[in-house]
């Protein structure tokens, strides 16, 4: 089982990315799948998760900027991230659990047992 992440790079604030993750040896449909980021200093904290029954849930400051999204045909979660911030420079992970999980794991990282190597987000000013 392999989560691999890509789309990440650098961006001058205000401007638009799009992550993805690419799952292979899991079902995507099956998975409560979540993106993480962590800055230099900074513990990992969840930023978008997406469960089985399509469900979603934001860090509460990048609602409104952030869509999470997921493709079964693609095996693929990806992360569409509008109007960012220097703030939002870091390593984005993509993140994988079995099942659904319960509303107060979906953006912790104790919830999630399977990791991607993650990819780097420079957002300039």
């Known amino acids: 089982v392999h989560l691999v992440e890509s789309g990440g790079g650098s961006v001058q604030a205000g401007g638009s990315l799009r992550l993805s993750c690419i799952a292979s040896?899991?079902?995507?449909?099956?998975?409560?799948m979540a993106w993480f980021r962590q800055a230099p200093g900074v513990v990992r904290e969840g930023v978008a998760s997406i469960r089985p029954d399509g469900s979603s849930r934001y860090k509460e400051n990048v609602q409104g900027r952030f869509s999470i999204s997921r493709d079964s045909a693609k095996h693929s979660i990806d992360l569409q991230m509008n109007r960012v911030t220097p703030e939002d420079t870091a390593v984005y992970y993509c993140?994988?659990?079995?099942?659904?999980?319960?509303?107060?794991?979906?953006?912790?990282?104790?919830?999630?047992?399977?990791w991607g190597q993650g990819t780097q987000v420079t957002v300039s000013s």
């Open positions: 040896g899991l079902n995507v449909s099956a998975y409560s």
């Open positions: 993140a994988a659990r079995l099942g659904t999980l319960a509303p107060s794991l979906l953006l912790r990282t104790e919830g999630y047992r399977i």
